[in-house]
């Protein structure tokens, strides 16, 4: 069975304990990335041959509506390294809504940006923040 992007949420940790949601998002990137390829070719190969190495992972870059008071509150993190969490699935109905994250969550320490993004005629303002992963991604109970 599927599930939505309705109802993910980008959660933060001081102590990697008790998360709340840091913002509302709009996108969210992709919570891993293809392993490097280590070349294991010999001269009697017909083809190059490989193993997996390490996973390579960029920084996750997260999309959010801008509001003053939101991007002052992000600026707040800048420089730290904290835990963050994305989570899948909430409950609740209407505007009342709780992540709980009972499709997924996937935890992470790393280092916070953000900053407003560019913008043209009849556009949302958007804001970006971009977390440098410090660790290993983790799907966590």
Known sequence: ??????????MHSTDGSNYTKLID???????GGEPEL?????LSDRMQTYIAGIQSLDALTFTANY???????????????EHYAVWFGGTGSGDTVFPVGNDGKF????????????GGVN??????????????????P
């Open 67 to 81: 509001e003053l008071a939101d991007y002052e509150a992000l600026l707040a993190h800048e420089g730290l390294t």
């Open 1 to 10: 069975m599927a599930i939505s992007t309705f109802r993910v949420f980008l």
């Open 25 to 31: 998002i709009k996108s969210f990137p992709d919570l």
């Open 123 to 140: 556009a949302v303002v958007d804001l970006n923040i971009s977390i440098a992963p410090a660790t290993e991604i983790k799907l966590v």
């Open 38 to 42: 280590l070349e294991t070719t010999t």
């Open 107 to 118: 935890a992470f320490e790393g280092q916070l940006s953000t900053w407003t993004t560019g």
